[in-house]
């Protein structure tokens, strides 16, 4: 075995068992020589970053603090601009303002973001006027463009991935640790925003109580040095199995494996088999897991997954992210929760309102109802007040630009309104007036919790 395979080995048990969701790559030999170069290229995340994170998320499912988990369905290669990034930082930064000071809980903020490339699909090929093509996967496999050579999946696009999620995650450490982030600056992150939106002048407000608090802490003798970074993680869902075991490395301090692709990772609905690859490869590495659950469910699959991902019982290795749907959370999440927590574990419960509320509109565009979002979390919290458990946080799809992808919202966008600026590649997000909403609105269940 050459040092390399050693390395490696432990990250690829998953390639003997079925692994949905993945991409036809037409040229095997290409996707070879593609890995062997993705595993040369440096990590993009640090194990002890992954471990801090684990940390943060242990604090979340003990109850101490709350998840804010969102980005986009699919981030795509020619959206890593600067404006792009930097918007939907401050529409995160924003929401955490908005969640710590309102809902006074500290919040762990993880973007879906730096590497969220590859989406898993309800069918393998689209047809548009009697044509047949493979269904676009995410922008680190083929094509949006409905072309034969758009969609054709090429490896090289793996490649486009890890460079792509570098420099998004460049920007991301910039703003976070340079100044941008800075708590002094929560009413430059709203500036071009006041006026023209009711969640604008809303989050101005709060702005203003959160500087006189800081005034206050300062005049007390706290170090302003305090508010100047941020802490902020990337996450994405790790479905390309080729690539995320091309990036998954062993660490020098411990000898255990780490996907250093992102902070933390999560398994989707589509891609959860019991005795599928996806399992067996996030067992392998120490990276905090998400694993999305939706209404089909079993309790007994909720803690054959925890038995297999967790089985040290660790909080914060661990987040089962509900996307149940609005009608029906409040019949299946109780039942998970009641026996997940009388097993003796504790994980982190995440609500993601996005998921199991998606409808196509009569003009064919996939879309969300704001109210039915807001359902689903109201669900989540009545459940969790129910049992005494801890609603530990949102998985949401959003962006920082104005679009009209999903209707309602205090600033009401309209059925009529989708075609305006309808930009996803894959699903429908907040925009960020309807993230702002939606984050007051959640700070105030989590304070009347
Ligand atoms: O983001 C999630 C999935 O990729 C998406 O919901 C699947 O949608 P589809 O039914 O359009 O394939
Ligand atoms: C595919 C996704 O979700 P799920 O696995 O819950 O369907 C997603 O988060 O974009
Ligand atoms: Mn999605």
Redesign the pocket.
Known sequence: MTVNAELHAGGNTWRSLPAAQQPDWPDQEALRDVIAELESYPPLVFAGECDQLRQRLGAVARGEAFLLQGGD??EAFDAVGADQIRNKLKTLLQMGAVLTYAGSVPVVKVGRIAGQYS?????PTETRDGVTLP?YRGDSVNGFAFTPEARTPDPQRLKRMYHASAATLNLVRAFTTGGYADLRQVHAWNQDFVKSSPSGQRYEALAREIDRALNFMNACGVDPEEFKTVEFFSSHEALVLDYESALTRVDSRTGDLYDVSGHMVWI?ERTRQLDGAHLEFASKIRNPIGVKLGPTTTAEDALTLIERLDPEREPGRLTFITRMGADKIREKLPELVEKVTASGAQVAWICDPM?GN?FEAASGH?TRRFDDVLDEVKGFFEVHKGLGTHPGGIHVELTGDDVTECVGGGDEIFVDDLHQRYETA??PRLNRSQSLDLAFLVAEMYRDQ
Request: charge should be positive.
């Open positions: 369905c699919a989406k898993p699909r309800s069918k269904t989707g998921h998606t996939k894959c699903d």
